[in-house]
Structures are given as structure tokens and as C-alpha cells.
């Protein structure tokens, strides 16, 4: 089967995702993860062969180096998102395959990315990269993990490794205002890339859960089925509209698949 082509955005700006194959751990210590900004740095800002800086090859805006995967928010530049982030995955996997004496593939398949084309989801995407480790449990403030780039963004805290077009990010917000909007909370229920889905809109059972009883105030799920005829098809139709998986759907409220199925159509 080929490969679905990648959407173009038309602003050139991507959320990319990069996960270890098996989601097995990309980075073990401090020298890895600072190996892995060295590269981000050679593309954001690169020279000729004379130590002349050149022309970006990427602009960064955000990124989050989780233990086993990898979120960047990036604009392209001539030489295309996929140039660039293949270049980096590969050089990193070379150096981590070698270091650790590691056969096979780092990364799981290809890199995922999704487009950016509206100034509301990148602040969206600016929330839930820098969220991550919240998310993930390795702290429960973003100004305490060392591997993301609000280090950059906070005036008065001190990144490794600068890459990140700040100053273009503060001409549209300043910095109280995203401060603001990054130590708010997304609410469980927000559609982001999801690695694991073929779509991008795939979400987890729980997550389903979660939409449930926001959008529709059942926390019994299962109850969905008893519910009157029509008013059970308009939100079977909803779960539809947010998840886009029939077996899902069926799983998680014990309506018979056939039903879903015909309601999708």
C-alpha cells in the first residue's frame, strides 16, 4: 500500500511528532538529549563550510524532548519540513545506535506531522507541547523540565541550547499573556495529532470517556444505549464527528457496530 501523502500547509508551519519504534526511550541521560538540540541548532541556525551562517534550514518555534518521543512546532523553509526532520532523526539515530550498540530503527517509521495554518491552533499546539511532561507525569509545572523550550520563552529562566524564534512569537502575544495561556490547562476532550492514529484524529477510550461526560454529562457511558432512538443516533453521530472510528465507538458504549456503521453513512 502506498504511503498517504503528506498535507501541505499553507502557512508552512507543522506540528511534528518523532516516537521511539515499540515506544521504547530515545534519550537515557543529559548528554543525549543535549546531542539531539545540538542537531535542532544545526538547522535552525546553519553555517557554510567557511563558518559563515547561512539561511535557516527550519525555524523552530517550540519543542518538547520527551524520554520516548519528540513534539516540535516548526515552520519550513526551502528545503521542506521533511528534509530537515530526516536529517536530524537520522543523524540522532546514528549516534544513539552506535553509542548503545542498538541494531534496528530508533524511530517508529516515519515522522507524523500535521498542519498549522491558523494562529489559534499554534497557541493551542504551544499549550500542549510545553504541557507534555505534565501530561506524561515527570513534573507539575512546565517550568520545571529542562527538555522543552519554554526555558527559552520565560525571561527569567536559562535554556541549554537557544533555537526558538521567540521574538517573532512575542511580536503577536507577549510574554504574560502566554504565560497565562501555557499554565492553563487543555481540557481533556482537545483533538491533537495522535502518533498512533492513521487520521491524526484518533483518541483514546478514556479520552472518549472524557468527551462523553463534558459534551454530553453521561458519566455512565454504557447508558447511551437505552437512551431514546434519536436522541442516542445524534450523539452516536457526535462521537463519530470527534473520534471518526466506528470499532471505537462500538467499544466504548456497546452499541452494535452495524448500528454505528449506518449512522456514518
Not at 77 to 100: P, R
Not at 125 to 132: A, F, S, V
Amino acid at each position: 500500500m502506498a504511503r498517504k501523502l503528506r498535507l501541505t500547509s499553507d502557512s508552512g508551519i507543522y506540528h511534528v511528532i518523532l516516537r521511539g519504534v515499540n515506544r521504547q526511550d530515545i534519550f537515557e541521560n543529559e548528554k543525549d538529549f543535549l546531542k539531539f538540540l545540538s542537531l535542532m541548532e544545526r538547522v535552525a541556525f546553519p553555517v557554510d563550510e567557511t563558518g559563515q551562517r547561512i539561511p535557516p534550514l527550519l525555524v523552530i518555534y517550540a519543542y518538547c524532548l520527551m524520554p520516548n518521543h519528540v513534539h516540535l512546532l516548526v515552520r519550513e523553509q526551502e528545503c521542506g519540513v521533511s528534509a530537515a526532520i530526516k536529517w536530524i532523526s537520522g543523524t540522532y539515530a546514528g549516534y544513539f545506535n552506535q553509542k548503545y550498540e542498538h541494531v534496528g530503527h530508533l524511530f517508529q517509521g516515519r515522522f507524523r506531522s500535521e498542519v498549522v495554518n491558523d494562529w489559534e491552533y499554534f497557541l493551542t499546539l504551544m499549550r500542549y507541547i510545553h504541557q507534555n511532561p505534565i501530561a506524561g507525569g515527570l513534573v507539575d509545572n512546565v517550568r520545571y523540565y529542562r527538555w522543552s523550550s519554554w526555558r527559552e520563552y520565560d525571561p527569567e529562566m536559562v535554556c541549554d541550547v537557544p533555537i526558538c524564534a521567540t521574538q517573532a512569537v512575542f511580536t503577536k502575544i507577549p510574554f504574560d499573556a502566554l504565560e497565562e495561556l501555557v499554565d492553563t490547562p487543555l481540557p481533556k476532550t482537545q483533538r491533537i495529532l495522535d502518533f498512533d492514529s492513521d487520521s491524526g484524529r484518533r483518541v483514546t477510550d478514556e479520552r472518549l470517556r472524557e468527551y462523553i461526560k463534558a459534551e454530553f454529562g453521561i458519566t455512565e457511558v454504557p447508558t447511551i444505549q437505552h437512551l431514546e432512538k434519536e436522541k442516542r443516533n445524534e450523539i452516536v453521530k457526535k462521537l463519530l464527528e470527534f473520534c471518526r472510528n466506528v470499532r471505537q465507538v462500538s467499544r466504548v458504549t456497546g452499541i452494535c457496530r452495524g448500528v454505528i456503521s449506518r449512522l456514518e453513512k
